[in-house]
């Protein structure tokens, strides 16, 4: 797939796994197996291999059929590789009855996860329309779990009623410790409308500043690229048009 990405971004990718009924101890165990075949992988920089949570943002009940792997990438000619052919993605395939991967540029990032910065070089160009893609993770702190946990699942329910969101998922590497929440929007104006002005959102994020409840973040938006395959039966993105650069 020839997306003609300008070397100056990073090409991440996401994709989510739906697993088959009878695959359920399949789909547990690959969190701790499939990592050291990702660290062989040629090209692949930076992956994560991530849960999900019921709902459309941070959760406390997991979801355990479905699952993503987030990975960035030297070229695209590596990601081609990888997704289309690789025998570990092959493996993936017989264990799920879908799966769907959107691609990815980063239009801007901040902060660390594990103490990297995955998604540096971003594009030089600025946004100007189009849908917006926005990952929001974040190691919690211990002692201020109780907090997290009291606000943040309503607003991510919220996130059920947020005008101009196309699609949304709840992340995470470690029940309760380590979340993430990844979204499509129709564009910059809907993402912003509901990340500076919705009452709940707001007040989120005072609290996270005033109570200090990170311990690691990282903020990034990213143009939508290319999609490929099903997430609950269809494309999210299907009738959105995408530019290439």
């Known amino acids: 797939m020839e ?8 090409l991440t990718t996401l994709t989510l796994f739906g697993i088959k009924k009878g ?40 979801n355990f059929w479905r699952y993503g ?10 990601a081609d590789t990888f997704l289309n052919s690789s025998a570990l993605m092959q493996e993936y395939k017989n264990h799920t009855f879908e799966s769907w991967t959107i691609r ?7 902060g660390q996860w594990d103490n990297q910065e995955p998604f540096s070089p971003t594009l030089t160009e600025p946004h100007t329309s189009g849908p917006v893609a926005v990952l929001t993770r974040a190691s919690i702190n ?13 607003t991510s329910k919220a996130l059920d009623d947020a005008e101009g969101l196309i699609c949304s998922i709840g992340l995470g590497e470690l029940p309760f410790i380590r979340q993430a929440t990844f979204s499509v929007w129709e564009s910059m104006e809907a ?25 690691e973040e990282l903020f990034a938006r990213f143009k939508p690229v290319a999609t490929q395959g099903t997430w609950n039966g269809k494309d999210p ?4 048009k995408l530019t290439e650069i």
């Open 142 to 154: 211990w002692l201020a779990l109780p907090n997290f946990w009291r606000f943040v699942p309503e």
């Open 69 to 78: 792997l987030m990975c960035t990438w030297e070229s695209e000619a590596a």
């Open 3 to 10: 997306l003609h990405t300008p070397t100056s971004a990073r």
């Open 237 to 240: 993105l299907e009738h959105v």
């Open 104 to 110: 990815l540029l980063p239009y801007q990032s901040h």
């Open 191 to 215: 993402m912003k409308q509901y990340a500076y002005k919705n009452p709940l959102h707001k007040e989120v994020m005072r609290r996270t500043r005033a109570e200090n409840w990170y311990s």
């Open 23 to 62: 695959s359920l101890r399949w789909g547990l165990a690959q969190m701790g197996t499939s990592g050291p075949h990702l660290s062989k992988v040629p090209g692949l920089l930076f992956y994560k291999l991530l849960g999900s949570g019921h709902g459309k943002g941070f959760s406390i009940k997991p």
